[in-house]
């Protein structure tokens, strides 16, 4: 990352905090003004979650000392270096989904940006990386920064194909049977989920256009596994 630039303190700009993050491998999801939000930190005035930036930050993630060096949980210690870095040339604080418990509330802070929805699967939906949504963090901005309108569900003009994807049937609409799913990954593998990612995400219209690379969906299936 660049030296630390003093002008960047007073960034006020969602495109320019936008193609900073994205320089560094990372896409700006969303945002939201998180008065009377929970678990934000005080004089909070914006809130922007980021996640990958597909399909550039599989290849940027690999060239990372963190990937390299053999020791656990890389990609959220690069995270944690990385939006940190961010977070601080923008007078801000980084927050992150992982570490706990007790976990902070993305799920809740997803839903407020206009742009996450809960999908058929009860997962969260993007207008953009559909299920293959994923955060490695949120900027807690001391600025109010003027926020790219809301969108609509993906889901509500989509015939759901996420809902009949499952080799296991993990999905009935409400629960999720995560050990159906486990069992099915440590098996045969039908649907090669191990190695593409989980079915019922790739069924998904717009995670079929989003660009993740299958290695970076096998890396992640392994973690969950763990």
Not at 45 to 62: A, S
Request: charged fraction near 20%; glycine fraction near 8%; include cysteine.
């Amino acid at each position: 990352m660049e030296p630390l630039a003093p002008f960047y303190a007073q960034m006020t700009s969602y495109q320019d905090i936008a193609a900073l993050c994205q320089k560094e491998g990372l896409e700006v999801l969303g945002g939201l003004h998180p008065e009377g939000t929970e678990h934000v930190p005080e004089g909070t005035l914006t809130l922007l979650l980021l996640g990958p930036d597909e399909p550039h930050f599989w290849k940027i993630f690999q060239k990372a000392p963190e990937w390299r060096d053999g020791q656990a949980d890389p990609m959220d210690r690069w995270s944690t270096r990385v939006i940190t870095q961010i977070a601080q040339r923008l007078g801000g604080q980084a927050l992150f989904p992982f570490g706990g418990p007790p976990f902070l509330p993305f799920y809740t802070w997803a839903l407020g940006t206009g742009r996450i929805f809960t999908s058929p699967l009860q997962f969260l939906v993007h207008d953009n990386s559909g299920l293959f949504v994923s955060f490695r963090g949120a900027l807690a901005l001391p600025h109010k920064l003027d926020l790219p309108d809301t969108t609509r569900s993906p889901c509500i003009d989509c015939p759901k194909p996420c809902l009949t994807a499952c080799p296991v049937e993990a999905f009935d609409g409400t629960d999720y049977d995560v050990e159906a799913c486990k069992s099915h990954l440590r098996g045969a593998d039908t649907a090669a989920c191990m190695t593409e990612g989980c079915a019922a995400r790739r069924a998904c219209p717009l995670s079929q256009s989003f660009g993740r690379m299958a290695e970076q969906s096998a890396y992640h299936m392994k973690v969950f596994l763990r």
